[in-house]
């Protein structure tokens, strides 16, 4: 039975240094590090690799569950796909591990707070940029790409597909600018 850590943080700035020594003391042979949002499981390569390498009878373990996900949705699927494995899931600060009833319902108890936790920050956040739009501190990405040149182009003939390639942005961008919308992205 091998012992596999996983050890997230958010933001590049942020160092997974303290969890790896945690994952390390709990006797993990293999810790697989990324740095990713854990609002989502799409596209955190370094848990995949970890799942897929690991084998029935190993547990994944993480200091906290939020390292692992953040939504009960998410949460729910690694822990089936783990458990269809035979691999156990832990965690060294909560009393969690999934080869056990007990640490099976702790799991889903704290899947639900994480949850909670993240709808709470995300209306918070919202409640914040709001009240900075209201004292006009807060006006968005201001836009990147030139309505009028590319209305310009569209007036001298030219189509969708060369307007945007000679203002370098996407087509898509053009098809909006065209349609009277706004577009802050090439």
Do not use: N
Request: net charge positive; with cysteine; glycine share 10%.
């Amino acid at each position: 039975m091998a012992l596999l850590g996983y050890a997230r943080v958010s933001t590049t700035d942020q160092d997974t240094a303290v969890q790896e020594a945690a994952l390390r003391a709990a006797g993990c042979e293999v810790i697989r590090t990324e740095k990713a949002s854990g609002t989502t499981t799409a596209g955190r390569t370094e848990l995949r690799t970890l799942i897929d390498f690991a084998r029935k009878g190993d547990a994944i373990v993480v200091t906290r569950i939020d390292r692992l996900a953040r939504s009960i949705a998410d949460l729910a699927g690694l822990v089936r796909e783990l458990e269809d494995k035979g691999v156990a899931l832990r965690a060294t600060e909560q009393p969690v591990d999934t080869a056990t009833s007990a640490g099976r319902a702790f799991l889903q108890m704290l899947g639900v707070f994480a949850e909670f936790e993240t709808a709470i920050r995300r209306e918070r956040q919202l409640e914040g940029i709001a009240k900075a739009k209201a004292a006009g501190a807060y006006k968005g990405r201001p836009a990147t790409i030139d309505r009028g040149a590319v209305l310009a182009l569209r007036a001298e003939g030219l189509g969708p597909s060369e307007i945007a390639a000679r203002l370098g942005i996407g087509r898509a961008s053009v098809y909006r600018m065209i349609a009277g919308t706004t577009a802050t992205v090439a």
